[in-house]
């Protein structure tokens, strides 16, 4: 799922027919000058808003590195996207740690997997959503449009798109976390 075609279909929605002409026509040549677009720079700063908000409310995301620690600490800041550690292995065994000052802490170095939720963070409008491709785009369209909508206080149209975005929402809240690739911190 592509964050342009949910854009495509959050413009159409909202009627933005201007808007709605420069993303049919966008290309990764051209993203900077359509990303001046007012609208379509709200519309995609909305798109963030919304995925954090799935994350962390309804369908929670885990990633794994592996941090070769050193000094006993690991900056919390090297993880992408942090919202809050799920749990820390070494050699397979699930360890203690403590935080302190954004830094994690250990009782020894050592290469450890870290567990820990996060969401994605869209910064191009060709960037895929391959995390939530077993879900109906359809959430992520509604969540969009309603913020949208309560931005420009159209109140009577957030409402319904709002209503729509959290039916959906509630409906994937019980799916199993998803798991991003594991990826290798030094």
Request: net charge neutral.
């Amino acid at each position: 799922m592509r964050i342009i075609d949910i854009l495509n279909q959050t413009a159409n929605l909202l009627s933005l027919t201007d808007e709605l002409e420069m993303l049919k026509t966008a290309t990764k040549e051209n993203e900077a000058e359509t990303l001046k677009n007012v609208e379509i720079n709200k519309m995609l700063s909305f798109v963030n808003l919304t995925l954090h908000e799935l994350c962390v409310n309804y369908v929670p995301v885990l990633n794994v590195c592996e941090a070769n620690v050193k000094n006993k600490s690991f900056e919390i800041s090297k993880l992408s996207n942090f919202l809050r550690l799920h749990n820390i292995k070494k050699d397979g065994k699930i360890v203690d740690y403590k935080i302190f000052n954004k830094t994690i802490c250990f009782e020894e170095d050592g290469v450890y997997l870290i567990s820990y939720y996060t969401y994605p963070q869209i910064k191009s409008l060709f960037d895929e959503l391959d995390f939530l491709s077993n879900l109906s785009p359809d959430v992520l369209v509604y969540g969009l449009t309603s913020f949208y909508c309560l931005s420009k206080s159209m109140f009577d149209e957030f409402k319904i798109y709002n209503e729509k975005y959290r039916s959906r929402a509630e409906a994937i809240k019980n799916l199993k976390v998803f798991e991003l690739p594991k990826r290798i911190w030094l």
